[in-house]
């Protein structure tokens, strides 16, 4: 050997018994052409193969796509997932083209409407989903809520609010607030008209209060339900919840619109209050809303409420709903955040209460049905869960008109249906059926009626499930959608209960309301 050395006889052996195995292993598989290689020295050459077919299906798939992509009348316009309008062409200009903004805003237009964007973000949604969420998964960030203040029990003891004042709630165990000539004595016990329903002792009060917050407890969830908590929407299972984190500067401005209000309409209007908890509040067990880092809906109610004057009748709803709901009754829609009209029926039935009147039966009105509804939630998630268990519309037509006369944010005046077929909308557009969705000003009249009574029920969304059902108690029911009221209407509340003799007023919102800045600055806007 050239360096010396002298091979091991260990190493001829090895590559003798290398070359018997190969040899053995030829003879063997003298079929193959190309008989697998025991050892690495024996095998042949490696060639790239498939790669031509790789490259054109690539090409072939990128030039389909870039020529869907250029038929601009497949381009979307409005998203059902989103529920918003897509971004439309710009307009040309110098000055855009010269500073360059033109040719970006034609980039946000390309890409916000490309063909079939829905069907690919289900896709994409889908796939992600494969990623492996958990039960408890937690994404998204929520905002912590502020620390709620207690309030005074109906024992007389606690703390102050926010003013300094001691204040008492009433719990919605009884009726709350009195009709016109009715008074409230200091403890809390009323003092009613002849002909009003006896006052009930605090005694009996407290102790039905007990019994009820006893047996009021939403059951725990099974074991193999699966939760998880997307931005501001928790989902278990085929249902969605939206997360409410209690702002103590805000429901001090809510609060203090609806005093400002009572106080200008006094000797006007009778002033009520409503703030509904939403379905987070009423369907999922404590422990799970612990988790979920959202705050306590009912404490946050009965701030609110404490925080009133005397002059608004506050009608406090939780306890009834949740009560309901305990009973198996169809009060929340799964993938969607308003409640359904049974919900709304429920708490009207604790508004005639307190207003002194009764309630129209629910056999009364004509029940319509619409199926396939998929709310906010649904669109906001996703949830293939809630896609193959959609909601179903329950509609109640009032039997004495189904007319009312709308004006929209576009000063446009049509009559319209209380309660509108919807069968052929879109599914995330079922909750429509009711007054012809958010308007800023609408009135029904009762023909039926001629004795004058009118109320305003001042409200968002929430309130459209409710209106229909005041159509039996007043000839005229009036309408107003603070959010957009501004838009047709320059008139006050005062100047418009003035004008149109309102005898009621009725505030009715959902407790989200009472934490978005925007929506109760334009309350306070109304109320003036």
Known sequence: MADGKRPSPFQGLKHLINR?????????????REPYALYEEHAPRKRARGLRPRIVTFGVALAAFTILAMIVPLRPTYSEQERRNLTEFPEFSLSALADGSYFDDISTWFADTFPLR???LTLQ??????????THTITGEVTQGDEIPEVVSNDGTGDEDSSGETVQIEDDTQTVGPEDGDTQTEDGEETADPGDAEAISNDETDAATEEEEEELVVPELDDDAEVEKLSAVLTIDNAGY???NFVLSYADEYTAAINSAAEQLEGI???????????MGICVPEDVQEYANTSDQEAAIE?????????????????????????GEYLYFRTDHHWTALGAYRAYEKFAEAAGFTATPLENYTEHVYEGFLGTFYSDTNSEAMAETPD???????PSTNNIHITNSEMTNWLYLVIANVDNSSAAN???????????????????????????LIKESYGNAFAPFLIENYQYVYIIDYRYISQVDSRGIKEMCEDLNIRDVLFLNTISTTRAENLIQKLAAFVG
């Open 392 to 398: 179903t519309v329950y509609a109640y037509e009032a």
């Open 20 to 32: 018997i195995q190969w040899r053995a292993y030829a003879f063997f598989h003298r079929s193959r």
């Open 118 to 120: 829905d069907t690919f």
């Open 303 to 327: 701030y609110m409420n404490s925080c009133l004057s005397d002059q608004v009748t506050a009608i406090p709803v939780y306890h009834t709903l949740l009560k309901y709901y305990l009973e």
């Open 430 to 456: 079922k909750y429509g059926t009711f007054i012809g969705g958010d308007n800023a000003y609408s009135y029904i009249e009762n023909p039926n009626l001629d004795d004058g009574s009118a109320i305003m």
């Open 242 to 244: 939206e997360y409410y």
């Open 269 to 279: 209007s009778n002033v009520y209050s409503i703030i509904v908890p939403n379905s």
């Open 125 to 134: 949604n889908s796939v992600e989903r494969l990623y492996g969420i958990q």
